[in-house]
């Protein structure tokens, strides 16, 4: 019989292999076992023997029993537990060791190494971290709601979403600290509501990290956030769908969308700048007006575009009169010609001078208008000396009859420049500067029976009532020519009567929305309602029968 106990001392375990377990199969153990060298001699008390050794000899008296008298005389004993040890093929089990043997003291030895050098990282830690946050998106604008922890992609869309709920919800939110970096809002004092936002390092975001949502203010009827840019961006594709939308309908649209209303000074900047994105930069047009008169000429031959330009090659003042316009002014119309000049209602401003004749129906009929940067006697002059030329009035200006204003330097140009023609003024402007003086609805009736005079005894008998009434007035309209105002004193030439230049204000009201847009946008607006405008009274002339006008066949 095989003596287990000489076995485990002079054939001692070298190597013994780690113990698995499955549990533990990403752990990658390295252990180095040292041999433990145990000498026994006789005269040496017992050992206490460990479980393995306990182990061991119960498995080879197992053995003995069964084979004893089995052929093994090659055999070289090694010991192997396979309840615990494994062979070096057996990778999927993995087990701690067991650190700890006792030795022959009955005190712990370490045979092995349990370091963390040796371990090894699992793979997921090398890979990304997702957070699951909630993400403000651009859809989410209709009606921005916030909550902690929220991401946003940059602080512009923040601060985009901030302007928007205090515009909807009618709260004036400030932003006492508003960087790239950091973002803190609060409504106003008293108020709970506070927002606090900044970035965050691990999203590389803009994150809300506090946040109060309960509002106890009142709701405001002006918003601080409600400013033209805001409303240019919400209706910019209103303006591009119906370009004639005036400032009247904006602003009720405004009103019943947000219930606020702005003044009408910002719905116009508000105008401006989604009328911007929809022509154009303005000062983009002002370097095309070259091509625009080029192509002007070329499509309507005869027509006349002057440009002129200062020493630093800007723009300086420019004048247009369409061919078709000309030669039915010369052919039909009476020679009358209405001067006015009206305000061009964009970032750079300046006059928009006008010439209107009247046809024989009474109506209007533009002639040319000019764009200068002053009303002034300059730009009178060139403008009146630039019709003179085109529409081929020569030196003899008596059968033409000028009716106007009295606009600053208007009266000197038409004095030089149409020296044989009778000039007459409006009688509604005459009045506004009657009345700064002479109030009473009694002196209006009285000034306009005087105007309305058609021989020279009615106008004396009803200057003398005016004197009776108030010796000063007379005294101030005796200083002024009557042929200008008084239609008894008036020239019969021209077969016209009218003593107000209502032409040239309906010519302007018609052309109102042009003049709220860019240089070349104006003057193709104006240009397409020219052509508009003759092609339909061409229409309606077909159903007139005789030779006379309906305006005139019903006077």
Request: proline share 5%; glycine share 4%; charged share 30%.
């Amino acid at each position: 019989m095989i003596n287990v106990r000489r076995l485990v001392v002079e054939f001692h375990v070298v190597d013994v292999p780690p113990i698995i377990s499955p549990a533990k199969q990403k752990r990658h153990v390295h252990v180095d076992f040292k041999p433990i060298h145990m000498v026994c001699p006789d005269s040496q008390p017992e050992v206490k023997k460990t479980k393995r050794e306990l182990a061991i000899e119960e498995a080879n008296e197992k053995d003995d029993n069964t084979s004893v008298n089995s052929e093994d005389s090659d055999y070289e004993p090694e010991i192997i537990d396979s309840d615990n040890d494994v062979s070096d093929e057996d990778f999927d089990l993995k087990e701690d060791i067991i650190d700890e043997e006792e030795d022959y003291r009955g005190k712990n030895v370490h045979i092995g190494n349990n370091s963390d050098d040796d371990l090894d990282l699992p793979d997921s830690d090398e890979e990304s971290i997702r957070y699951n946050l909630k993400t403000f998106r651009a859809e989410d604008m209709h009606k921005p709601a916030f909550q902690s922890g929220q991401v946003f992609g940059s602080v512009e869309l923040l601060r985009k979403a901030i302007r928007e709920y205090s515009c909807q919800n009618r709260v004036d939110i400030k932003l006492p600290i508003n960087d790239r970096q950091r973002l803190c809002a609060k409504c106003e004092p008293g108020c709970p509501w506070y927002l606090w936002a900044s970035t965050d390092t691990r999203t590389k975001c803009f994150q809300i990290k506090r946040f109060h949502c309960e509002h106890t203010c009142s709701k405001k009827g002006k918003v601080r956030a409600f400013t033209s840019v805001f409303l240019a961006e919400k209706y910019v594709g209103a303006f591009r769908a119906d370009e004639d939308m005036n400032m009247k309908n904006f602003s009720r649209i405004v009103q019943k969308d947000w219930n606020m209303g702005p003044s009408r000074s910002k719905l116009q900047r508000a105008r401006r700048l989604a009328l911007k994105v929809v022509y154009g930069d303005e000062i983009a047009q002002y370097k095309l007006l070259w091509d625009f008169g080029h192509e002007l000429r070329r499509n309507n031959p005869g027509s006349t575009f002057l440009l002129s330009v200062d020493e630093m090659s800007r723009f300086k003042k420019c004048y247009m009169c369409v061919d078709a316009c000309k030669r039915g002014f010369l052919k039909g119309c009476r020679p009358v010609i209405c001067l006015d000049g009206t305000h061009i209602k964009t970032k750079y401003g300046g006059q928009l001078l006008t010439a209107v004749g009247m046809d024989p129906n009474d109506c209007i009929y533009p002639i040319a208008v000019a764009i200068v940067e002053v009303e002034n006697t300059e730009t009178w002059t060139w403008f009146l000396n630039t019709l003179k030329q085109y529409l081929g009035i020569g030196s003899n200006t008596y059968p033409w009859t000028i009716m106007s204003d009295k606009q600053k330097g208007l009266i000197k140009a038409v004095r030089e420049l149409f020296p044989n023609s009778e000039h007459r003024f409006c009688v509604r402007h005459m009045w506004q500067n009657f009345q700064q003086q002479f109030r009473g609805d009694v002196l209006k009736n009285q000034l306009w029976k005087c105007a309305r005079s058609n021989t020279v005894v009615d106008w004396e008998l009803n200057m003398e009532e005016m004197k009776t009434i108030n010796e000063q007035a007379h005294a101030w309209l005796e200083e002024l020519p009557p042929n200008t105002w008084v239609r008894a004193f008036q020239s019969d030439f021209p077969k016209c009567d009218i003593l107000l230049n209502n032409i040239s204000e309906v010519f302007n009201k018609y052309i109102l929305e042009a003049r709220e847009l860019p240089v070349i946008s104006m003057l193709d607006r104006i240009l397409s309602q020219l052509q508009t405008r003759v092609y339909n009274k061409n229409k309606e002339s077909v159903k007139w029968h005789g030779p006379i006008c309906p305006n005139k066949e019903e006077s």
